[in-house]
């Protein structure tokens, strides 16, 4: 096989209580990329629709991770990456993850899989460190092992998959304004208080109990966060009454997807999702923000082959 077609989905980071070692992926949102060998031992950017992103293979985060993958493996092979780029960059729902783990699925597919999934996940790293200079897993792990992605540790690396609840539904709003990553991250406090963090373990370990035991209320309780959401939601047009208006017609928690400006809305079954989505529908419509709002059960596979 010398090219490869794939979806690359969007991913929800943090999920409230998990910065940057907790996520998971969406099965209806995502970058769609094309990957074909060339014989010319170079990495190129060939085309992208969709976004204005920069065409030097080491300025692209979908390049930067296939040279790491590359370089690892002592391969001379070239590659020629198309992005239909559908996840706006900046939009809190993992934009460069997708673009990082689809290019080196693809790329380890097209050499005869070197690498197991699990390994894939520290080349694709690279391409979110140059996206906001941290190479954070939270998003690129659950883009490419699917489902809820739990990062135990990052030196070594040691990356968890989690269950998934049949019902668990996901709506997420973006505002169509632009947060980068680099810039959330740098008015996060840097110390915290015993007690937040006290309960910040508590709640990632119910949410990790949660997930086994399929108790969605105990989910709803867990997805709570003292440490980071209270600094980055000021950044978020009308975060407060979203969150009661997302709880008030059955969702069964609310936060900040990744570093914003997109917001989650976890919900059971699709009829409560779907007056989540039409209560938020209503309510942003009457606001002078333009915005995407997206309804999506949880990938159990991760980037796949169209």
Not at 231 to 236: A, F, G, N, T
Request: glycine residues 10%; aromatic residues 6%; contains cysteine.
């Amino acid at each position: 096989m010398d090219e490869m077609k794939v979806f690359a989905p969007a991913t929800v980071a943090n999920l409230s209580c998990g910065f940057d070692v907790l996520g998971c992926c969406l099965d209806t949102v995502g970058d769609e990329m094309k990957i074909s060998k060339n014989d010319l031992g170079q990495v190129r950017i060939t085309k992208i629709t969709g976004q204005d992103l920069p065409m030097e293979a080491d300025n692209n985060v979908a390049g930067v991770a296939v040279k790491a993958l590359l370089k690892d493996l002592k391969s001379g092979q070239g590659f020629d990456i198309e992005i239909d780029k559908r996840i706006k960059p900046g939009s809190g729902i993992g934009s460069s993850a997708a673009s990082s783990a689809g290019a080196v699925f693809a790329v380890n597919r097209l050499l005869g899989e070197p690498y197991t999934s699990k390994e894939l996940i520290s080349f694709a790293m690279q391409g979110e460190f140059l996206a906001s200079g941290n190479a954070h897993a939270d998003n690129v792990a659950p883009a490419l092992l699917g489902g809820f992605s739990l990062v135990r540790s990052y030196c070594p690396l040691e990356v968890l998959s989690l269950p998934v609840p049949s019902e668990l539904r996901m709506v997420v709003l973006h505002p169509l304004i632009e947060i980068k990553t680099r810039d959330s991250r740098s008015i996060i406090k840097q110390n915290i208080s015993l007690k937040s963090a006290i309960n910040q373990w508590g709640n990632l370990g119910a949410l990790v109990s949660a997930l086994y035991t399929e108790d969605y209320d105990l989910l709803g309780r867990s997805l709570k966060d003292e440490i980071v959401e209270p600094v980055r939601s000021i950044l978020i047009p009308y975060f407060n009454e979203l969150d009661k208006l997302s709880k008030k017609n059955g969702a069964l928690g609310f936060g900040i997807s990744g570093s914003g400006p997109s917001v989650f809305a976890l919900c059971r079954g699709d009829e409560n999702a779907e007056n989540v989505k039409a209560a938020i529908q209503d309510y942003y419509s009457k606001k002078e923000i333009n915005f995407e709002l997206h309804l999506s059960g949880i990938n159990k596979s991760g980037v796949r082959i169209i």
